[in-house]
């Protein structure tokens, strides 16, 4: 399709430039800018589709023009270990203490098991403690889920860089887990600019609910690879260390991710 489009292109300005050439007309020329531009347009859909370097240029432009516009996220943990019964209570003593923690933090309530906290003015997050009799690992689990925030694609990479990942990389120094995992969802107020990659080729009537599961070994020298799951308006990335967790949030929401890498990715369900 897009040697096809390229071939009529060629044909369509030659021509268009030798009537023009001879028989010059207002209303002539406008009807030649028109076709010409859908025309052109529609090659580039089609290249962009075809070549995935080409596609993320066109989106990063796009991403740069919209650097307004609103994303909503949620990000989590979770650590497995042994822990103290204490724990939850020595979690909050940890965050008040400034000389240890350096964000500025407001507790909403705490339980034994159980607590709410405001970080940094902007973060809500709720860290669980189960017991390793109630654990499914056998072991004792943390469980840190954040509440829904409102991120601009112009901020994202600060809010991952200054925030997000300095808080969990604190959190994961102050329980120190013997085996981790951090999740990150992101959702888009109109579409994933990566759905399109992975449904280009298929039929409206075909996409729906359709999911894409990549497994990047590329991110980390783990035996259980990162993962991201790509649907219409969703992203969500499963890591196993705040390295890879930092790499993939930026290069799949400010489309940075090296096309190798995608490449070599390997499709799951």
């Not at 973060?123 to 009799?133: I, N, Q, R, W, Y």
Request: aromatic residues 14%; neutral net charge; hydrophobic residues 45%.
């Amino acid at each position: 399709m897009t040697i096809i489009l390229g071939i009529l292109l060629f044909v369509f300005v030659a021509t268009a430039s030798y009537s023009l050439y001879a028989h010059f007309a207002i209303p002539f020329f406008v009807s030649q800018l028109a076709g010409f531009t859908g025309l052109t347009f529609a090659f580039l859909k089609a290249l962009s589709n075809s070549n995935l370097r080409l596609y993320f240029w066109f989106q990063r432009l796009r991403i740069w023009w919209l650097s307004d516009s609103v994303t909503r996220w949620w990000f989590g943990a979770g650590f497995d270990g042994e822990f103290a019964p204490t724990i939850i209570h020595d979690l909050v003593d940890f965050l008040q203490d400034r000389k240890r923690f350096r964000f500025p933090v407001k507790i909403d309530y705490v339980k034994d098991r159980e607590v709410q906290a405001e970080i940094d003015k902007t973060l809500t997050l709720k860290v669980g403690f189960d017991p390793a009799s109630l654990s499914a690992s056998g072991q004792g689990h943390i469980s840190i889920l954040s509440k829904s925030l409102e991120v601009s694609y112009g901020h994202a990479r600060k809010k991952i860089e200054t925030q997000i990942v300095p808080v969990i990389l604190a959190l994961r120094g102050f329980f120190r887990p013997e085996s981790a995992s951090y999740d990150l969802n992101v959702d888009f107020p109109d579409r994933n600019p990566f759905f399109a990659v992975y449904v280009a080729h298929l039929k409206p009537e075909q996409i729906g609910d359709f999911r894409v599961l990549l497994h990047l070994d590329a991110y980390s020298h783990s035996p259980r690879p990162e993962s991201v799951e790509i649907s219409r308006q969703n992203l969500h990335v499963t890591a196993l260390s705040t390295d890879s967790f930092k790499q993939l949030a930026l290069d799949f929401i400010l489309l940075s991710a090296d096309t190798k890498m995608l490449s070599g990715a390997r499709l799951g369900g």
